[in-house]
């Protein structure tokens, strides 16, 4: 079936089984591998893009569902050469070691801070426990979101 | 990663259309709404249609409100809407409590209460919920509606009353005053299955329970309706004594089975803890004396 | 002569050399722009599946493959039969044992590999998978490692020859036996524990995979893997294939964490290569999640007999007498010296009169491994024994467990010290790192609080581990893999422009390479970071070494780079007398430049000093140009990082849900080259440690079915499960190591089971008479456990 899908702000057309999953139509997409994947059963968030400004785990969502809906995954965050808060703050808190969970992460707390732009140490553990990271502990996952959080509010406030 | 058989894919425009649909394709078509229950099962091959109709466009299956004495839940209602819902949390908290640890909140923004509740998973808390605030369900065919009570709605594991050619529309919960609900769930991890978890309403008026609603998940093939627990409230003031005794019927009349989760003497054990828990947590909101 | 105005110079955010320096690799993860192994494709690139014994002992009557052929998008299927033809039907192991590549006689695990599909594409590769019948005729499997040795259990490893029983390994000691019954005879209090570490599973979130690319006309294979030791899997499959090592490349890109997972060889690559050469086309596959969990290298399942005594109040003997379950096929890795890996260590960090310590190696119906998820080759199983003891002891002996080992640490002035199975720990001051996580605990306060919530019925815990141990192998006099030494190379070369590539033997998963070996040239030479490219993973690229595990990049690789960088600067410094016109002894050092001594006006910079090297002007006498040297790097011996580690837990009383509310942590890994890489390191550990301690495990029913098959029920902990870590230091430098480092990533491994373990029994030993319970701590063996009857895993 042909499938036309809004990746990123750019329409991606293509033709393909109905079965492909979204993560797979993604990564398939030149320069779009960097939504991961790490499990068969929805569990691990490697994956998580997301659809209409809300993180899913797009390798729970078939990419012909996706048709009529906008997606967005990790590398639409740096805009003209400008990183998103949330990326400069992983890069400040040493938020990140392999690097294999973070784009999902990322996608996570960009979401979260968009509904909820000051969110506690508890939010923010409960907004990434959809995801796993073998690496850091979560520690200092919690650091960024909260480096971004602020750095948010003072850019606000044209400081 | 593990893949799914192929199959055909069709987008659902409108109820009848799905109806239509599901009927034309028979036992080989299934639904797909979240598709958090379903997708997995078809990447390990445990479930193989034929056929999936994508209902995610019905929008007009997906509301929150308050009709007479009654609320409605589309079944297009999304785990997260159900958790944010402050109109469901006044009158009906047993639903929050329960949204806060069901899977995790990425998971939450696609998985539906139709899905939920069809998945007919015993240790689903959703259907514990609904049996415990005494739900009805609405189900639509090709003839036309019929209304089905949350006590007949699952007839076995992974079983419901929805036949082929049905759709689950809507989940009806009746609104009584002096009411408020519970739900109570123990798990090994953030958003694993409950090992065991309890659903408890109770409605007090005159400082006695005129009626409760008490449901467990993940202790017998499918969600146990604690009837006889009901009887024990019923007419009764509430006291600690009483909740425990409660609790004493819940291990006495669960079924669980021994997996990784644990040992049925445990589960049995949790089943009696939770529901006292769940019943002095309800008795405490309807009374207004939740700090 | 040229005077220098501007040496770089260090910030605090951007130190030249040690220091809290952010990551240079961070860049391109933070975009999503990684190159992890299945990112990668390859023009004319097909896709191997797996199909997997669903039998944990099963004979193989027969194998059809035509359906699968028969599907259009099939290139071919590779069973047994086709490996016998190339000699690759089986391929040995780090153990010196043969491992089965794919199936022929029978399958000896549920998840063995029976036969490869190779097909256009990844789904129909899978779809092409449940077109392939084999008829199996199931066996009786050995699944609890305490019957394997039974007089009629069933023999695994029948393809062995003149193999009668389930041993794989046989008894290996160390210590002294009389010493130790001497100490236990003259001991006041004996304390005995059976005690198991459950089989759990490194789990990165990158599964492992490979694209094998061979090219027919050149003879050159190339490889793209994630491994963390590539020179050495290099070797192997030359050896196992017949290949030219020159002409095999492997290229590790990013890798998605290792912890230990990624050290074998699977029969996964070995297929993979085999297709490639067969098919004259790059091969890829990369397994799915229940494959890594149910077929890839397993940790720990060591079921464990323990004693220890004390007299006058210190702890004087230990007796450990150990079961190691290392599945279908002995595929553990460790020095060869050393079949049980470092368990020995279980002396632990107190001065024993006497030890003895015994291990056997038994073969079971399950996935081949043992060694991995960051154990430093069997120390997390030997310090979970030891502190696990520890605590009985002071049980017994009714006193506080800090007091029991404060009074019986090892002191300062008795280092280096040689311990009863033969040991030498290098530096250590225990007291003082103890106190150090006392202090930030609170340790009185929270006593105090747990006193008053018991008097409430409420369940408070705190458990404490003190770990010592041995990492960064190892001395080519002990140690060697295969064969191969444990040393590892390090090339540094100066260009003109005085910037720098450092090549070396490790191979990061996310241990911050790229970021703290520059540093280490930098701390050196004065190079800053951003001027240093590290370049590792490629066997091409980077010297031979046996990579990264076992905590051993910073002591060997480390080292290496410390070495190498002071060769540089030594010729930098004959260079620069020339330049001076001054005698090279007559020079000082101050980090980035040679000055003279007494006139330090008069000076060359590093950088000039690298132009001065390539260029047509004059030179020392005899002295070649250019600015670069090559080192292999022998470790004179491990290094001893230490550490104590206190955990607080919250037990519900009802449901026996256990919860972590703090977890103090206070290393010593001597002098640390980058603390915030250190700090996520142990974080990461902290937490894997809380998974195992609490979760994580890998069970499998009576018939060898494997329950925990994906992250369904293979649980790890998410962000709700883990505290907000407190980290504490303290730092002994390593006398032997050029740097003074020791090595820290397993550390946090090695000594949080324990201490969350022990924090569990003293929140249950008063009120409930707990005085053991295995891992994991689930709620329902937690319970079990406050009823009187603790069960083990299986």
Request: aromatic share 6%; proline share 5%.
């Given at each position: 079936m042909d499938v036309s899908i809004t990746v990123n702000g750019e329409q991606i057309s293509r033709e393909i089984e109905p079965r492909q999953l979204?993560?797979?139509?993604?990564?398939?997409?030149?320069?779009?591998?960097?939504?991961?994947?790490?499990?068969?059963?929805?569990?691990?968030?490697?994956?998580?893009?997301?659809?209409?400004?809300?993180?899913?785990?797009?390798?729970?969502?078939?990419?012909?569902?996706?048709?009529?809906?906008?997606?967005?995954?990790?590398?639409?965050?740096?805009?003209?050469?400008?990183?998103?808060?949330?990326?400069?703050?992983?890069?400040?808190?040493?938020?990140?070691?392999?690097?294999?969970?973070?784009?999902?992460?990322?996608?996570?707390?960009?979401?979260?801070?968009?509904?909820?732009?000051?969110?506690?140490?508890?939010?923010?553990?409960?907004?990434?426990?959809g995801g796993i990271c073998r690496c850091t502990g979560y520690k200092n996952i919690v650091a960024a979101v909260r480096w971004a959080a602020e750095h948010e509010a003072t850019a606000k406030q044209g400081v | 990663m593990q893949t799914p058989a192929a199959f055909e894919y069709e987008r659902a425009t409108s109820v009848e259309g799905a109806i239509a649909s599901l009927r034309r394709h028979g036992s080989g078509a299934r639904i797909i709404a979240g598709g958090h229950s379903l997708l997995p099962m078809m990447k390990l091959r445990l479930a193989n249609p034929e056929h999936l109709i994508?209902?995610?466009?019905?929008?007009?299956?997906?509301?929150?409100?308050?009709?007479?004495?009654?609320?409605?839940?589309?079944?297009?209602?999304?785990?997260?809407?159900?958790?944010?819902?402050?109109?469901?949390?006044?009158?009906?908290?047993?639903?929050?409590?329960?949204?806060?640890?069901?899977?995790?909140?990425?998971?939450?923004?696609?998985?539906?209460?139709?899905?939920?509740?069809?998945?007919?998973?015993?240790?689903?808390?959703?259907?514990?919920?609904?049996?415990?605030?005494?739900?009805?369900?609405?189900?639509?065919?090709?003839?036309?509606?019929?209304?089905?009570?949350?006590?007949?709605?699952?007839?076995g594991p992974f079983m419901t009353a929805v036949a082929d050619g049905e759709l689950l529309t809507e989940v009806r919960i009746p609104l009584r005053p002096g009411g408020s609900s519970a739900h109570e769930k123990v798990e090994r991890r953030a958003g694993d299955w409950a090992i065991a978890a309890a659903s408890a309403a109770v409605w007090i008026d005159g400082g006695t329970i005129v009626e409760s609603g008490v449901a467990l998940s993940a202790v017998g093939l499918t969600t146990i309706h604690l009837s006889r627990a009901e009887e024990l409230l019923r007419g009764k003031g509430p006291s600690e004594q009483l909740f425990e005794q409660a609790g004493q019927i819940a291990s006495e009349d669960c079924s669980p089975t021994a997996d990784g989760r644990g040992p049925v003497d445990y589960k049995r054990h949790?089943?009696?803890?939770?529901?006292?828990?769940?019943?002095?947590?309800?008795?405490?909101?309807?009374?207004?004396?939740?700090v | 002569m040229a005077t220098v105005e501007n040496l770089p110079s260090a910030t605090k955010e951007r130190p030249i050399g040690f220091g809290r320096l952010k990551r240079k690799e961070d860049a391109r993860f933070i975009r999503g722009k990684g190159t992890y192994l299945d990112d990668i494709r390859l023009p004319g690139m097909v896709h191997g599946a797996m199909l997997r014994s669903p039998f944990a002992h099963a004979r193989i009557v027969s194998i059809d493959t035509s359906r699968a052929l028969a599907h259009p998008n099939?290139?071919?299927?590779?069973?047994?039969?086709?490996?016998?033809?190339?000699?690759?039907?089986?391929?040995?192991?780090?153990?010196?044992?043969?491992?089965?590549?794919?199936?022929?006689?029978?399958?000896?695990?549920?998840?063995?590999?029976?036969?490869?599909?190779?097909?256009?594409?990844?789904?129909?590769?899978?779809d092409a998978l449940q077109l392939i019948d084999v008829e199996y005729e199931p066996l009786p499997a050995v699944v609890n490692a305490r019957k394997a040795l039974d007089s009629d259990a069933p023999l695994i490893r029948d393809d062995k020859t003149g193999q009668r029983d389930n041993l794989a390994s046989p008894t290996w000691e160390?210590?002294?036996?009389?010493?130790?019954?001497?100490?236990?005879?003259e001991a006041d209090t004996v304390v005995t524990r059976d005690i198991i570490y459950p089989r759990c599973h490194p789990a990165p979130l990158e599964t492992c995979g490979m694209i094998a690319d061979f090219n027919p006309e050149t003879g050159q294979l190339d490889i793209y893997n994630g491994n963390q030791a590539p020179h050495a899997h290099r070797t192997v499959y030359a050896h196992v294939a017949g290949l030219a090592e020159h002409m095999i490349r492997i290229q590790c890109q990013d890798i998605g964490g290792g912890f230990g997972n990624k050290v074998p060889v699977y029969p996964g690559y070995v297929c993979a290569i085999a297709g490639s050469i067969v098919a004259g086309v790059?091969?890829?596959?990369?397994?799915?999640?229940?494959?890594?969990?149910?077929?890839?290298?397993?940790?720990?399942?060591?079921?464990?007999?323990?004693?220890?005594?004390?007299?006058?109040?210190?702890?004087?003997?230990?007796?450990?007498?150990?079961?190691?379950?290392?599945?279908?096929?002995?595929?553990?890795?460790?020095?060869?010296?050393?079949?049980?890996?470092?368990?020995?260590?279980?002396?632990?960090?107190?001065?024993?009169?006497?030890?003895?310590?015994?291990?056997?190696?038994?073969?079971?119906?399950?996935?081949?491994?043992?060694?991995?998820?960051?154990?430093?080759?069997?120390?997390?199983?030997?310090?979970?024994?030891?502190e696990r003891m520890v605590d009985a002891l002071a049980l017994e002996m009714k006193v506080d467990p800090i007091d029991l080992r404060m009074r019986s640490f090892i002191a300062p002035e008795q280092f280096p010290y040689e311990t009863t199975t033969g040991w030498t720990y290098d530096s250590g001051n225990y007291a003082e790192t103890m106190r150090v996580a006392m202090e930030m605990a609170g340790y009185e306060e929270l006593r105090r609080e747990q006193a008053e919530k018991r008097a409430r019925g409420e369940l408070m815990g705190i458990g404490v581990s003190f770990f010592t141990e041995g990492v960064g192998a190892g001395p080519r006099?002990?140690?060697?893999?295969?064969?191969?030494?444990?040393?590892?190379?390090?090339?540094?070369?100066?260009?003109?422009?005085?910037?720098?590539?450092?090549?070396?033997?490790?191979?990061?998963?996310?241990?911050?390479?790229?970021?703290?070996?520059?540093?280490?040239?930098?701390?050196?030479?004065?190079?800053?970071?951003?001027?240093?490219?590290?370049?590792?993973?490629?066997?091409?690229?980077?010297?031979?070494?046996?990579?990264?595990?076992?905590?051993?990049s910073t002591p060997v690789s480390g080292g290496a780079v410390a070495v190498v960088s002071r060769k540089v600067r030594d010729k930098a410094r004959q260079i620069a007398g020339t330049m001076l016109e001054a005698s090279p002894e007559d020079l000082a050092w101050e980090k980035g430049r040679w000055y003279v001594k007494g006139d330090p006006e008069k000076g060359a910079a590093i950088e000039e000093i690298a132009a001065r090297a390539y260029s047509g002007e004059e030179m020392p006498e005899g002295m070649e140009g250019g600015l670069d040297a090559q080192v292999i790097y022998d470790p004179p011996n491990l290094t001893y990082p230490y550490g104590a580690y206190i955990a607080v837990v919250d037990i519900d009383p009802d449901t026996a849900h256990?919860?972590?509310?703090?977890?103090?942590?206070?290393?010593?890994?001597?002098?640390?080259?980058?603390?915030?890489?250190?700090?996520?390191?142990?974080?990461?550990?902290?937490?894997?440690?809380?998974?195992?301690?609490?979760?994580?495990?890998?069970?499998?029913?009576?018939?060898?079915?494997?329950?925990?098959?994906?992250?369904?029920?293979?649980?790890?902990?998410?962000?709700?499960?883990?505290?907000?870590?407190?980290?504490?230091?303290?730092?002994?430098?390593?006398?032997?190591?050029?740097?003074?480092?020791?090595?820290?990533?397993?550390?946090?491994?090695?000594?949080?089971?324990?201490?969350?373990?022990?924090?569990?029994?003293?929140?249950?030993?008063?009120?409930?008479?707990?005085?053991?319970?295995?891992?994991?701590?689930?709620?329902?063996?937690?319970?079990?456990?406050?009823?009187?009857?603790?069960?083990?895993?299986?």
């Open positions: 979204l993560v797979h139509f993604i990564r398939e997409t030149p320069g779009l591998t960097g939504t991961h994947w790490g499990c068969d059963t929805s569990n691990c968030g490697a994956c998580v893009v997301q659809m209409d400004g809300e993180p899913v785990k797009s390798c729970t969502i078939l990419a012909a569902m996706c048709e009529g809906h906008e997606i967005r995954t990790v590398e639409s965050l740096e805009v003209d050469g400008q990183l998103d808060p949330i990326q400069t703050g992983f890069h400040e808190t040493h938020a990140l070691q392999c690097g294999f969970c973070t784009p999902g992460m990322l996608m996570t707390a960009r979401a979260l801070l968009d509904e909820n732009p000051n969110p506690s140490e508890q939010e923010i553990r409960t907004a990434i426990s | 994508d209902i995610n466009d019905l929008a007009e299956l997906s509301y929150i409100r308050e009709e007479g004495s009654e609320i409605r839940i589309g079944a297009l209602t999304r785990h997260k809407d159900l958790l944010s819902s402050d109109r469901l949390a006044e009158h009906l908290p047993v639903f929050r409590d329960a949204e806060n640890v069901i899977a995790d909140p990425v998971v939450r923004n696609r998985g539906t209460i139709g899905g939920s509740l069809c998945q007919a998973d015993a240790a689903e808390d959703l259907s514990a919920v609904c049996t415990a605030v005494k739900a009805k369900t609405v189900i639509r065919g090709a003839d036309g509606e019929r209304v089905v009570g949350m006590e007949d709605f699952h007839v949790l089943a009696g803890v939770l529901t006292t828990r769940a019943l002095r947590r309800a008795t405490a909101r309807a009374l207004h004396q939740e | 099939v290139a071919a299927v590779i069973t047994a039969k086709d490996l016998e033809t190339l000699g690759l039907a089986w391929m040995p192991t780090i153990s010196y044992d043969t491992q089965a590549v794919l199936a022929g006689d029978k399958v000896r695990f549920q998840g063995q590999e029976v036969a490869f599909v190779i097909a256009t594409d990844e789904y129909s590769a899978n160390a210590g002294d036996e009389e010493a130790t019954d001497r100490a236990f005879a790059p091969v890829k596959w990369v397994e799915n999640r229940t494959e890594n969990l149910v077929s890839t290298g397993f940790a720990r399942d060591y079921v464990m007999h323990a004693e220890m005594c004390s007299k006058d109040g210190k702890i004087t003997g230990l007796r450990a007498d150990v079961i190691a379950d290392h599945g279908a096929f002995d595929s553990t890795a460790q020095p060869t010296k050393f079949p049980a890996g470092f368990f020995h260590i279980v002396c632990g960090s107190y001065d024993l009169e006497a030890s003895h310590v015994k291990v056997k190696a038994v073969y079971s119906n399950k996935a081949p491994g043992g060694v991995a998820y960051r154990c430093s080759f069997r120390v997390t199983e030997a310090v979970y024994l030891v006099k002990h140690m060697d893999i295969l064969g191969l030494a444990m040393n590892d190379g390090a090339d540094l070369r100066v260009h003109p422009s005085g910037k720098a590539v450092v090549s070396i033997s490790a191979q990061t998963q996310g241990q911050g390479h790229e970021t703290t070996f520059a540093q280490i040239v930098a701390e050196e030479l004065g190079i800053p970071p951003e001027d240093v490219e590290v370049r590792h993973g490629d066997t091409d690229r980077s010297p031979y070494g046996l990579g990264t595990y076992g905590s051993r256990v919860s972590v509310r703090r977890f103090i942590a206070v290393d010593d890994c001597g002098v640390r080259i980058n603390p915030m890489v250190v700090d996520g390191q142990i974080h990461g550990g902290l937490a894997e440690g809380i998974g195992i301690a609490l979760m994580e495990v890998l069970t499998f029913d009576e018939e060898g079915n494997c329950l925990n098959s994906s992250f369904m029920d293979y649980l790890i902990p998410t962000a709700l499960e883990t505290p907000d870590f407190e980290l504490g230091e303290t730092v002994t430098p390593c006398p032997h190591h050029p740097l003074g480092a020791k090595g820290v990533g397993e550390s946090p491994n090695v000594g949080s089971p324990p201490a969350i373990v022990n924090a569990v029994i003293d929140a249950l030993h008063e009120t409930h008479g707990v005085d053991h319970v295995d891992m994991p701590c689930t709620p329902a063996r937690v319970w079990a456990a406050m009823q009187g009857r603790p069960e083990p895993p299986q």
